[in-house]
T-cell receptor, first 114, second 112 residues
Framework: EAGVVQSPRYKIIEKKQPVAFWCNPI?????LYWYRQNLGQGPELLIRYENEEAVDDSQLPKDRFSAERLKGVDSTLKIQPAELGDSAVYLC????????????FGPGTRLTVL | TQLLEQSPQFLSIQEGENLTVYCNSSSVFSSLQWYRQEPGEGPVLLVT?????EVKKLKRLTFQFGDARKDSSLHITAAQPGDTGLYLC????????????FGTGTRLTIIP
């Protein structure tokens, strides 16, 4: 069974540029999460989807970040414009059931903003 | 904001030694998970503990959930180089919006 797929794996951009990350969760997993992980620290939740509905986006900086999960499968996280402090690993995770339970993480996208 | 502090932040020991990693919070969690993350990969779930005082063993790893469900520990016996990685505890709160709060992480290096 394929795991959570993320692309790109690495992205280097200059500040003020836009960037987008894509995630394909495990087939059949209704819940999808986006996390941001700074170097050497634990992941921090940005947004959680139940199917196509964002049920927790309280930690998403809405002035520059946006996310969508059309048709309740793939998801895209966008930053526009990017700032130096956005450099981090962006992780996507999915779980079978609503609520937390066991989350399966993708390999992440490492973003460097110059 | 619920904070999970892990200690030590970094740990480097020789192969064959024992070690313990701690995860502490002032908040109560309904359950707690431990993850291991290797470079370039996402975290992988090791265990979930749900009852205060619960002890779970996974081969050479022993996990304990505190009686008050505010803290946890991970003990590794006879550490091996394959144990190297970033260990993360994560508390689950179901008071309202159920979510996972990750700890600050412990970077473990086992020297052959």
């Amino acid at each position: 069974e394929a795991g959570v797929v993320q692309s790109p794996r690495y992205k280097i951009i200059e500040k003020k540029q836009p960037v987008a990350f894509w995630c394909n969760p495990i087939s059949g997993h209704n819940t999808l999460y986006w996390y941001r992980q700074n170097l050497g620290q634990g992941p921090e939740l940005l947004i959680r989807y139940e199917n196509e509905e964002a049920v927790d986006d309280s930690q998403l900086p809405k002035d520059r970040f946006s996310a969508e999960r059309l048709k309740g499968v793939d998801s895209t996280l966008k930053i526009q414009p990017a700032e130096l402090g956005d450099s981090a690993v962006y992780l996507c995770a999915s779980s079978l059931l609503a609520g937390v339970h066991e989350q399966f993480f993708g390999p992440g996208t490492r973003l460097t903003v110059l | 904001t619920q904070l999970l502090e892990q200690s030590p932040q970094f740990l480097s020991i020789q192969e064959g030694e024992n070690l313990t990693v701690y995860c502490n919070s002032s908040s109560v969690f309904s359950s707690l998970q431990w993850y291991r993350q290797e470079p370039g990969e996402g975290p992988v779930l090791l265990v979930t503990v749900v009852t205060g005082g619960e002890v779970k063993k996974l081969k050479r790893l022993t996990f304990q959930f505190g009686d008050a469900r505010k803290d946890s520990s991970l003990h590794i016996t006879a550490a091996q180089p394959g144990d190297t990685g970033l260990y993360l505890c994560a508390g689950i709160s179901n008071f309202g919006n159920e979510k996972l709060t990750f700890g600050t992480g412990t970077r473990l290096t086992i020297i052959p």
